[in-house]
């Protein structure tokens, strides 16, 4: 037995198969037709999606346009065999390797061609802020816009309609996308002012935007005690801010003979009390009033101060205890600087699934 299978053995002799040159040449040639009229296939989808693109709502055109991307794989097929290009031999390997080369193609190229500059299809962005909303006459309202456009900016006008119809047009400081105007009051109006902001882009394409901001003697006032009141150490001090200063919040304080003093709010107002430093015993204790407002575009935070535009004066007891204390900590929270945070659209989602299951699929044919 041993024998016979040595026999065997001799006679099995490995052969190298040969080499036919001319199919191989033949289906290379096959090969790159085959990857230029995908490549090209792709790029003509492409261009025919861009027009399907720009005429659908929003809302839905992103998913029809790839599903359209996905049919158009059938039509490929019968491409090739319209072309006469043999594809007789063509396997599900090479069917997919074909398919995603076509769908690679259009996908990167429909995100470009939807893209500037070959497309823009919206208005500039214009996010306005009044900060503050409401101001005592004396103070200014610095009026602030982030301001982008993926195509490009052309112009910006802004202009203030005055409680007596007078229209201004301040010019505006840049820092990047922020864009921030100053209206000084130096009338000392109070009532409306009518802010209307207009900016156009490139394509001309317009976005308007309308706020209204206040002057008023009232945002703050004193509500307790009556101005000129003799105090002692735990008198409470109250005033009133108009909530319409800031949607954001405010941080509230006051300065006693220079000192400042931060204000706590309790209730619906927001009180102190001469037991802190600043104020003097036995002496008049001449107070100011403040609201510290803020407005952020991402990392960018433009500040502005409400100044009471009355004073008040306070005499005080010949305590000892009064103006023995620190300032009390602040309950107050203002807007805080934060990066800008990118949520990837329904294109970019598509790229970066194509990306992924290429990769898979070329990770699988090796």
């Not at 053995?9 to 085959?34: G, L, M, S, T």
């Not at 069917?95 to 995100?111: D, E, K, R």
């Amino acid at each position: 037995m041993a024998k016979r299978r040595k026999e065997k053995e001799e006679e099995y002799k490995f052969k190298i198969p040969e080499f036919d040159e001319k199919e191989f040449v033949r289906k290379e040639r096959r090969n790159a037709k085959v990857t230029f009229i995908s490549f090209i296939f792709g790029v003509f989808i492409a261009i025919v999606s861009q027009v399907l693109w720009a005429g659908m709502s929003p809302s839905y055109r992103w998913p029809l346009i790839f599903l359209l991307g996905l049919s158009m794989m059938s039509i490929l097929k019968y491409i090739l065999i319209k072309l006469n290009i043999d594809t007789s031999d063509f396997g599900r390997k090479e069917w997919i390797g074909t398919f995603f080369t076509y769908f690679f193609t259009w996908l990167v190229a429909l995100i470009i061609l939807v893209n500037p500059p070959f497309y823009d299809g919206s208005a500039p962005v214009a996010d306005l802020a009044l900060i503050p909303e409401m101001q005592e006459p004396g103070g200014n309202v610095t009026i602030a816009a982030y301001i982008a456009d993926n195509a490009g900016i052309k112009s910006i006008n802004l202009s203030i309609k005055e409680p007596n119809g007078k229209m201004v047009y301040p010019d505006y400081r840049q820092d990047g996308n922020v864009f921030v105007w100053v209206y000084e009051n130096d009338n000392n109006l109070t009532g409306n002012f009518t802010v209307t902001l207009s900016v156009e882009d490139i394509n001309g394409y317009e976005v308007e935007t309308n706020k209204t901001f206040r002057y008023s003697k009232n945002v703050i006032r004193l509500l307790y005690p009556e101005n000129g009141t003799k105090v002692n150490y735990g008198t409470p001090i109250r005033f009133y801010f108009d909530n319409g200063i800031s949607s954001e919040g405010i941080f509230t304080y006051y300065e006693v003979n220079g000192i400042t003093v931060n204000l706590t709010k309790s209730g619906e107002f927001y009180e102190s009390s001469p037991m802190y430093y600043g104020w003097r015993a036995g002496e008049n204790n001449s107070i100011r009033v403040f609201a510290k407002v803020r407005h952020c575009f991402y990392d960018k935070c433009i500040n502005n101060t409400v100044a009471d535009s009355s004073y008040y004066i306070f005499p005080a007891e010949d305590d000892p205890s009064i103006g023995t204390r620190g300032s009390p900590e602040s309950n107050a929270k203002l807007p805080q600087p934060h990066p800008v945070s990118m949520i990837p659209g329904f294109g970019s989602l598509l790229t970066i699934i194509a990306i992924i299951t290429i990769a898979l699929f070329m990770r699988r044919r090796k």
